[in-house]
């Protein structure tokens, strides 16, 4: 079951909803933990019991870090690598074996038919934060087992982030409280997140599909940049519109989640894109990976030599391919490192920011063909044609790519993704236009997304889903 779905709408969430608040406030979290549950056992029914397992392995790993402190450090380790293995086997056991059998031309693992759990890197982290921040006594136990288990199952976040810190709701999972302010921000955040999802993701994935089904021979410079600018729009629209339904969903029934993007694309480095882009996934590695390795209080080459890790690691994060690990780890690491030594500075006192967005944009365009493509030859030969100014006829049917209404989303995705929300942001410190905003202008707006959205998810059965492969 996903947010964008007719039957989440019209069905679980209404009936989710009327039972919560109809509820007693003692039995709030188990309507919400029984609904979790069922929301995941809607498409994976199967690994609920992984889930489950994850839970109680944690909740005990949690028991005795804070009962036996002078061996809460190997409770932690054990709790690390249980939590690990069981992601690495699911998520990577394939691709590591298929290289290994490659590297020895001998087939000395057998490949298996696995299949990758929904949501398994999301709850994966989240619990790992919970039981690293116990060690590190930033946090209380949690010695009610169904609490932990809501906090790991929340149905908003379960599945496409963002990855919420135990801490970061430890107070709100047995005291919260939810007014019509709050109630009616959730909806609001909800209803820009599924526009987002449904109006604009949804048409860019329809192109970027097309143009990548078909063979590079087919293809020509203008093209695959179509299909590149494309991507670039709808990923950002498919992981913000997902990530701001989590959101409005959580501020529904009293959660205060955090926010996990900030206008990327507007961003004047690589560094600044990476504190704007899922930010929660950033903020954990940071907290977890980069700091413990020593972060930048070692020396400059063993920063450079942690970044590198850190960007690796959040390259195999998002999937088990050559694909991710380039992306990540060579790409971005190699970019990053440079902006250390040198071209940080360049950038900041550079007057012309223009060129600033210009350079940013252009390797964030790049790096998506490599998160796209299918296969690493596929993404090198892809970046290869769209600098090599190939203008040659191709003999592919245009209108099923591109016609009045695709130009609009288009030009709508551009102006949404950085421009339009500046100037939103600016009309909610004048207070006069922010009344008149808020009362007229965004209602109007938000009935017209929900109706546009409603009216999409009814006339067509095009609705992917790209966290499948987390």
């Known amino acids: 079951m996903v947010f964008s779905s007719m039957i989440f709408l019209w069905l679980f969430l209404p009936i989710v909803l009327i039972l919560y608040f109809i509820s007693n406030n003692k039995f709030k979290n188990i309507i919400l933990l029984l609904s979790s549950l069922l929301f995941y056992a809607w498409g994976e029914p199967k690994y609920i019991i992984l889930m489950l397992i994850s839970i109680i392995m944690n909740y005990i790993f949690g028991m005795l870090i804070d009962k036996y402190r002078k061996k809460d450090k190997l409770f932690l380790t054990l709790a690390i690598i249980l939590n690990l293995?069981?992601?690495?086997?699911?998520?990577y056991y394939n691709f590591f074996t298929t290289n290994?059998?490659?590297?020895?031309?001998?087939?000395?693992?057998?490949?298996?038919?696995?299949?990758?759990?929904?949501?398994?890197?999301?709850?994966?982290?989240?619990?790992?934060?919970?039981?690293?921040?116990?060690?590190?006594?930033?946090?209380?136990?949690?010695?009610?087992?169904?609490n932990l288990a809501l906090y790991v199952s929340f149905f908003p976040q379960l599945i496409a982030g963002p990855i919420v810190k135990y801490k970061d709701i430890e107070d709100e999972i047995n005291d919260r409280k939810?007014?019509?302010?709050?109630?009616?921000?959730?909806?609001?955040?909800?209803?820009?997140?599924?526009?987002?999802?449904?109006?604009?993701?949804?048409?860019?994935?329809?192109?970027?599909?097309?143009?990548?089904?078909?063979?590079?021979?087919?293809?020509?410079t203008p093209i695959v940049w179509l299909a590149a600018i494309s991507y670039t729009l709808q990923i950002y629209f498919d992981?913000?519109?997902?990530?701001?339904?989590?959101?409005?969903l959580g501020r529904m029934f009293g959660f205060h989640f955090p926010e996990n993007f900030n206008l990327p694309y507007i961003s004047q480095s690589i560094t600044e894109f990476w504190r704007r882009w899922h930010i929660s996934l950033s903020t954990w590695f940071k907290q977890y990976l980069y700091i413990p390795l020593g972060g930048n209080r070692k020396g400059k080459i063993r920063t450079y030599i942690n970044l590198f890790i850190v960007f690796f690691a959040t390259g195999l994060w998002h999937g088990a391919s050559w694909n991710f690990v380039v992306w990540g780890g060579v790409f971005?690491?190699?970019?990053?490192?440079?902006?250390?030594?040198?071209?940080?500075?360049?950038?900041?006192?550079?007057?012309?920011?223009?060129?600033?967005?210009?350079?940013?944009?252009?390797?964030?365009?790049?790096g998506w063909v490599l998160f796209r493509a299918e296969g690493l030859s596929k993404a090198l030969d892809i970046i290869r044609l769209m600098f090599s100014f190939d203008f040659k006829t191709i003999y592919i049917f245009m209108p099923t790519i591109i016609n009045k209404r695709v130009i609009l989303i288009l030009l709508s995705a551009i102006i949404l993704c950085g421009p339009a929300q500046k100037i939103i942001l600016s009309l909610h410190n004048k207070e006069k236009l922010k009344k008149f905003y808020i009362n007229y202008f965004e209602t109007i707006t938000i009935l017209l997304v929900l109706l546009i959205s409603i009216s999409e998810l009814v006339a067509s059965?095009?609705?992917?889903?790209?966290y499948f492969r987390f």
């Open 85 to 91: 293995g069981l992601l690495g086997y699911f998520k």
């Open 332 to 366: 971005y690491g190699t970019i990053l490192v440079i902006e250390k030594l040198f071209l940080k500075k360049l950038l900041d006192k550079n007057k012309f920011k223009v060129l600033n967005h210009i350079y940013v944009m252009l390797i964030v365009i790049v």
């Open 239 to 248: 992981f913000s519109g997902y990530s701001d339904m989590a959101i409005g």
């Open 461 to 466: 059965t095009y609705n992917p889903f790209i």
């Open 178 to 220: 939810v007014d019509l302010e709050l109630f009616a921000s959730g909806v609001r955040k909800f209803v820009y997140g599924l526009g987002k999802k449904v109006i604009l993701a949804n048409t860019l994935a329809l192109i970027v599909d097309t143009i990548y089904s078909y063979d590079i021979s087919q293809l020509n």
């Open 100 to 146: 290994i059998n490659k590297i020895f031309s001998h087939e000395m693992f057998g490949v298996k038919n696995i299949i990758l759990p929904i949501g398994i890197s999301f709850y994966t982290f989240q619990i790992l934060s919970y039981v690293i921040d116990l060690y590190r006594r930033e946090i209380k136990v949690q010695k009610n087992i169904f």
